[in-house]
């Protein structure tokens, strides 16, 4: 019955996506903005089934009912509780469950909250975001249908992927879809500002929030992803330029430059058409993302739900959206004039820089991910990876997070070289010291691009802070905090990318039960190997202390664990975090006479890398309450004067 | 100027449609084949792989007569399942060598007992070192080599029942 | 009892899944004495294509004929050949496929100059949104 309960919610939510669709056609071509009322209440209906259909395909995993196709092929009654859930998305068509649901969720938000937006471009924005979900609700009506019913139910079910039974699945995808998809309003925004010729300061004013909220959740979802891969995979990478990262970090990209052109549209109405187009290539790039995970057209770590049937499917819906988009605004930008041009030492010129090399490392990675499958065209293999991608990307970036630090530094419209030199000077004080010391101590002991990676991100760390010098902390606006908390968050994270490839220190052993291994002052004493059991799988564990100087011993447990259903074997690593990085211990193969094969690792400050990406969403967060709160505050004000 | 501009976006797109359409539509295909097809054998020297096959060296492919030599391991399930066809090429009287990977003399011995012994001398690579030397990714894989040492084709994956007829063709081809 | 059947399991289980029935190659998980060398070698692993992975160099790779090719580019460190050299000699058999780091073949001339091309026109477009003078 809750199968059939949650297709059924699912089909009426698709009659009401058409519903608002054929509303806001009526609305806008009829010119009647008061159909906008009538569509509130089917936008938030339909996003309310969309989630209740979600949470009954939740509560079918949870009771392990085999009799639903995709619980018997993707759950196992024996699985801990926690993978039942996460096991929802762990699979195609609950993970495109998820997405509509997200997609209905955001969009009964918009329909319920947004009160800034002109009531023709909401209802605009709202007609194309049932537009979007109609496509959407089909592919998963049509091709993928999660509840679908087997006629001989299996006992057991055939599991879970072991590398996903990991607490790291039962957060990083969902956040990372709530990001990818909640882009779609940014698009639909665009899509809505297009149709009405609304590009202006208002509207981008309107739309920076929802980008922001998307833009934090990709943030916390990259963040989770990366950790996740580095733990999981036993190699102590934590990013691997991987095709599937790569998809998840093309939307970050276009987000992240969207989020400061509509500042810029906001506070001085100019770069329209640039702000529009990064809107509808930043959920573009979560649809393309979305194709090359499910098609399977490149080959990665990370494959997931590969089907070329969907991909089909996926690119039919992608030519439909982006390629509608795109004409629309080859048809409509002409009509918006782009605004005024900007004087050269002027926070709007740092921004449009920060723009453009944010839209640059953008194509290198598209470019870079995809031109395998160019060359494949012409019947030549070739691999872009890492080498590639960091010898490129890595210089573009250390530039970008010095615009970054120089931006909150410089005045809008116009300000004085000399001035914007002053209010540099530390910052730049910083970087020829930091130069000069780390050369001194350090010089030819590690790459050039660690090198400036860790001089830069010691030099961005003071000028992300500056902007609060001599400023009275406690009237600093809410978002300006939020602002120099994810600059600095940047500073982090770069930190501890450089500081990682810079002093790690790598040692691979064959030892037996009593050897003793002492790498990076570490001591390691390997005591024996026992097997163990978990709830649905069993494994060899390696009982190994390990201890600093002379502070005291801890236990780590490294293991290899075997899987029955399906039979994988994964390595757990062991991971020991103290305040200066992480040590990092794999028990492999076993090796001849009773050896074991372990890889040691010493990190000196790795986790510095997602500890930035947390404080960026941390960051992205404080700016949100910030700019709503004073939206309030202002609401609240009015009403009171107007009482 | 930017009339053409504001166009560009959506030719960019297309442009990506049309390679992603012809990802989608090219058969999947994973392989590395192996870049010295067409060239001289390596030279090499290998040990002795099974009790009752003599060592394999690469000069002894310069006979005068084309030679299959088939990359296997007495560990590799796809092998076992190519065996017969290997039995069927010999029956049709085309030589065949063999290189057994990351192996051990018990374990060939054992393989060649229950699946049938097609080869005339087998080499054994312990390291993996000659399969790198070819080219080669994988086991099972095939190479045919013409009667003056040069590789003239290579067969990556185990050899289907309905794979014999061209292999036998090329073979005979090379005469 | 379930348990106890599992790890049963388990130890005649994994025979089965091994690639093959040597223990791996000496160099393929123990590295060089010297540190110099060592580091050259990773270097070296680490933009290798493994052959039999999904996407992964054969520094990232448990494959056994990843162990191999890491065993064979130690030793040939410690023998004193360049890294260059025995990425050629990989590329002259597997293509430039095995590289991770993009050769300098024709075909891949345009991903080298994306970067400056991309750079160069969003230049311009920057160019045409700053006033020139001030007035």
Known sequence: ?643 | MTRTLIWLPLLLFLAFFGLFASGLLKPDDHLINSRLVGQPLPAFSLPAAASDRPALDSTEFATGKPRLLNIFASWCVPCAAEAPQLLALKQAGVEIDAIAIRDARPDVDRFLTRYGNPYTRIGLDARSTVQMALGSSGVPETFVVDGRGKILHQHIGDIRADDVPDILKIVKDAR | MKRLLALILLVFAAPALAQTALPPAPYADRQLDDPALEAKARDLMTTIRCLTCQSQSIADSNASLAGDMRSEIRQRIAQGEAPEHIRAWLIQRYGDWVSYVPTAAPILWPLWAAPLVLLFLGGLLVRSRIRRRRR
């Open chain 1, 1 to 643: 019955m809750i199968a059939e309960a949650g297709l059924v919610a699912l089909w009426l939510a698709a009659a009401l996506a058409f519903l608002q669709l054929a509303l806001a056609w009526f609305g806008l071509v009829g010119g009647k903005d008061e159909l906008l009322e009538a569509m509130r209440p089917v936008a938030v209906t339909q996003g309310v089934l969309t989630g209740l259909s979600f949470l009954l395909l939740i509560t079918l995993f949870v009771q392990s009912d085999m009799s639903v196709a995709l619980v018997a092929t993707n759950s196992h009654s024996m699985k801990p509780w926690l993978y039942k859930v996460a096991g929802t998305w762990g699979n195609h068509e609950g993970s495109m469950l998820l997405w509509v649901t997200v997609m209905g969720v955001a969009g009964g938000a918009v329909a319920l909250f947004e009160r800034a937006l002109r009531r023709d471009t909401h209802m605009a924005t709202l007609g194309a975001q049932a537009a979007i979900s109609l496509g959407f609700y089909a592919f998963l009506l049509f091709a993928s249908n999660p509840f679908a019913r087997l006629e001989t139910p299996p006992p057991d079910g055939q599991g879970l992927n072991p590398l996903l039974q990991d607490p790291g699945l039962a957060f990083h995808p969902p956040t990372l879809y709530v990001g990818y998809v909640g882009l779609s309003v940014a698009f639909s925004f665009a899509v809505g500002a297009l149709l009405t010729r609304r590009v202006d300061a208002a509207f981008a004013k309107a739309m920076r929030p929802w980008v922001l909220a998307a833009w934090i959740m990709l943030t916390l979802g990259i963040t989770a992803g990366s950790y996740w891969a580095y733990y999981e995979l036993g190699w102590g990478g934590w990013w691997f330029w991987d095709p599937v990262e790569n998809a998840s970090l093309m939307p970050w990209l276009a987000a992240t430059a969207l989020l400061h052109s509509a500042t810029v549209l906001a506070t001085r109405d100019a770069l329209r058409a640039w702000t529009i187009m990064l809107a509808v290539v930043a959920f573009s790039m979560s649809m393309v993302g979305t194709f090359l995970v499910r098609s399977g057209i490149l080959t990665s770590v990370h494959a997931f739900a590969v089907d070329p049937q969907r991909g089909t499917f996926i690119l039919g819906l992608l030519a439909l959206y982006i390629g509608g988009a795109l004409a629309l605004f080859a048809l409509r930008i002409g009509t918006v004039r782009e605004g005024q041009q900007f004087e050269l030492v002027s926070r709007e010129t740092t921004l449009v820089i920060n723009n453009l090399l944010l839209t640059v490392i953008l194509g290198l990675v598209l470019i870079g991910t995809l031109y395998p499958l160019m060359t494949e065209a012409f019947g030549h293999k070739v691999s872009v990876g890492p080498p590639y991608f960091d010898r490129i990307v890595g210089p573009i970036t250390l530039v970008l997070v010095m615009f970054m630090a120089a931006g909150p530094l410089t005045r809008w419209r116009k300000d004085r070289a000399k001035a914007v030199g002053t209010r540099m000077l530390v910052p730049a004080i910083v970087l020829v010291v930091a130069f000069v010391a780390l050369g001194a101590l350090a010089w030819g002991r590690m790459g050039i691009l660690p090198f400036l990676g860790l001089t830069v991100a010691a030099a961005v760390a003071v000028g992300s802070v500056a902007p609060l010098w001599k400023r009275n902390l406690r009237r600093t606006p809410l978002f300006n905090w939020g602002m120099v908390i994810a600059h600095l968050g940047c500073a982090v994270s770069l930190a501890g990318m450089a500081s990682d490839s810079a002093f790690t220190v790598e040692k691979l052993v064959a030892a037996k039960p009593g050897d003793t291994i002492s790498t990076a002052g570490w001591t390691l004493h390997f005591d024996r190997i026992v097997p163990v059991a978990g709830d649905n799988w069993t494994a060899l564990q390696g009982d190994m202390t390990v201890s600093r100087g002379n502070g005291a011993a801890v236990a780590i447990h490294p293991q290899s664990r075997f899987f029955t259903n399906p039979p994988t074997t994964t390595t757990e690593a062991a991971l020991l975090t103290r305040w200066d990085g992480q040590l990092y211990v794999v028990l492999g193969q076993e090796a001849e006479q009773g050896r074991w094969q372990m890889r040691i690792w010493w990190k000196p400050f790795v986790t510095l890398i997602w500890l930035g990406g947390i404080m960026i969403a941390l960051g992205g967060a404080l700016a949100l309450l910030g700019r709503e709160r004073r939206g309030w505050v202002m609401k609240i004000r009015k009403r009171r004067a107007m009482a």
